[in-house]
């Protein structure tokens, strides 16, 4: 992983910190395992740049996993989180310095609700380690989704919660985290997005997805990043 260092004290350095910003999302209603998106914003090139892929989808008969492609590179999952109502959530992140676009493919183990899927991408600078990840989900309700992850001074935190409530979606707020999209695909499903950097805190980061209405399902994954 590339690192930016500062000349501090007597010859010592210190790695700056991560930054992290929303670049673009999407939604796909095709209801197919494998879905492409292509020429996606992910910020300026950067020699300390990662892309962050956050996925949110449906299936009425519960689990799906998933893997995802930048540009046909794998990415690695940071993050997972399922109910046996059908939400499938999961963070995905790889060094990518070159480029302003790239087209990423989450393949999930199946087809999925063609209510739909949505997704998040993040520019990150500095990323140096997963730090913690964590997700919440339930069947039949259980609105808010809450969890908790531990977080580092100078890392960055970044979430993706999705909710099925026909025939009436609402809208999400979240806790200790900036809202950065709330989409609603049809009335049926709806996913949202956050992140924050982490300025002075250190330790755990309660998190919180509240819905609007009445949610049938509902899935957060997230996600903490430690500078390097």
């Given amino acids: ?19 992290v910003s929303l670049t673009a999302n999407g939604q796909s209603t095709t209801g197919a395992a494998a879905n492409t998106f292509s020429s996606i914003a992910i910020g300026d090139a950067d020699a300390t ?43 995905f992140y790889k060094a990518f310095p070159s480029g302003t676009t790239a087209e990423f493919i989450a393949t999930w183990s199946g087809a999925i609700n063609s209510n739909g899927m949505g997704m998040t991408v993040y520019k990150v600078t500095n990323l140096g380690s ?9 069947a039949g309700g259980g609105n808010p989704y809450v969890d908790s992850i531990a977080v580092t001074a100078g890392g960055v935190a970044i979430a993706i919660s999705g909710n099925n ?16 999209v709330d989409v609603k695909i049809n009335t049926y499903y709806a996913y949202s997005g956050a992140s924050a950097a982490i300025s002075t805190t250190s330790g755990a ?24």
């Fill in 1 to 19: 992983m590339s690192i930016i260092r500062k000349p501090f004290g007597f010859g010592a350095s210190e790695v700056e910190d991560m930054t």
């Fill in 49 to 91: 740049r990662s892309v962050i892929l956050c996925v949110q989808a449906m299936y009425a008969d519960g689990q799906r996993t998933v893997t995802a492609t930048v540009d046909g590179s794998a990415m690695t999952q940071a993050a997972y989180a399922w109910s046996s109502g059908g939400q499938n959530s999961a963070i």
């Fill in 130 to 138: 997963v730090k913690d990840s964590g997700g919440e989900s339930s």
């Fill in 165 to 180: 409530d026909g025939p009436s979606v609402g809208t999400c707020t979240w806790t200790n985290l900036t809202e950065d």
């Fill in 205 to 228: 980061l309660a998190i919180t997805a509240t819905w609007t209405g009445s949610p049938d399902n509902g899935a957060i994954s997230m996600a903490s990043f430690d500078k390097g």
